[in-house]
């Protein structure tokens, strides 16, 4: 079965530090996400883009997140000025469609550390 | 907002035993409704799904029912396998959201031999 790709599986960054976490979605899909799970606490959403712009977001995207698709291939999630509070698992996804009946496919992460 | 509540874990179990992992959820619409497993070192995959009230989702011996009156999505299975062992995602889905999921906190499940 196609897989999203993330990496890297563990980043380790310095509070303040400007972080990108990288994702290759499956290459037929249209529609990616982010998503973030805080150890101990649920999945959550952040951000959905379609067609190389954000879709809806979730009120923990603010001004310090940003994604961007900067080619065919890859999708990022860019944190500004990295706080101890986004220490968090890093989920990236993607799917051929949407409407609240998708598949989504899941990469297996990209922990992140904010010292 | 809509969300999912579920059992917490971890549930230990040994091998062939019945499992059941309680969902509930809340929501303004008709949402969708999703089983997510995570294994180890991997990310999230499906495991089943339904639509609408009274939908029945089943893969790999997982079977769970979209009960509207009950609001509730428990995931069962009659005789789970050392490779059960995962953590297990209770999710909604409005249909008019773009991928905007609504996950519970995870049940881990341990099968021991």
């Known amino acids: 079965e196609p897989e999203v790709t993330q990496t890297p599986s563990h980043q380790v960054t310095q509070m303040g530090q400007e972080v990108i976490l990288r994702c290759v979605p499956i290459?037929?899909?249209?529609?990616f996400y982010w998503y973030r799970q805080i150890l101990g606490q649920k999945v959550e959403f952040l951000v959905s883009?379609?067609?190389?712009?954000?879709?809806?977001k979730s009120e923990i995207f603010d001004d310090q997140f940003s994604v961007e698709r900067p080619d065919g291939s890859n999708f990022t999630l860019k944190i500004r000025s990295t706080k101890l509070e986004d220490s968090a698992m890093y989920f990236c996804?993607?799917?051929?469609?949407?409407?609240?009946?998708?598949?989504?496919?899941f990469g297996s992460g990209t922990q992140l550390s904010v010292l | 907002g809509d969300s999912v509540t579920q059992m917490e874990g971890p549930v230990t179990l040994s091998e062939e035993a019945f499992l059941t992992i309680n969902c509930t959820y809340t929501?303004?619409?008709?949402?969708?409704l999703f089983w997510y497993v995570q294994y180890p070192g991997e990310g999230l995959q499906l495991l089943l799904k339904?639509?609408?009230?009274?939908d029945k989702g089943s893969n790999k011996g997982f079977e769970a029912t979209y009960r509207k009156e009950t609001t509730s999505f428990h995931l069962e299975k009659g005789s789970v396998q050392v490779s059960d062992s995962a953590v297990y995602f209770c999710?909604?889905?409005?249909?008019?959201?773009?991928?905007?999921?609504?996950f519970g906190a995870g049940t881990q499940v341990v099968v021991t031999p």
């Open positions: 929501a303004t619409g008709y949402p969708s």
């Open positions: 290459s037929n899909h249209l529609y």
């Open positions: 339904a639509t609408k009230a009274d």
């Open positions: 996804a993607s799917s051929e469609r949407t409407g609240g009946n998708e598949k989504l496919f």
């Open positions: 999710a909604l889905s409005d249909r008019r959201s773009w991928g905007k999921f609504q």
């Open positions: 883009f379609y067609n190389n712009e954000i879709s809806e």
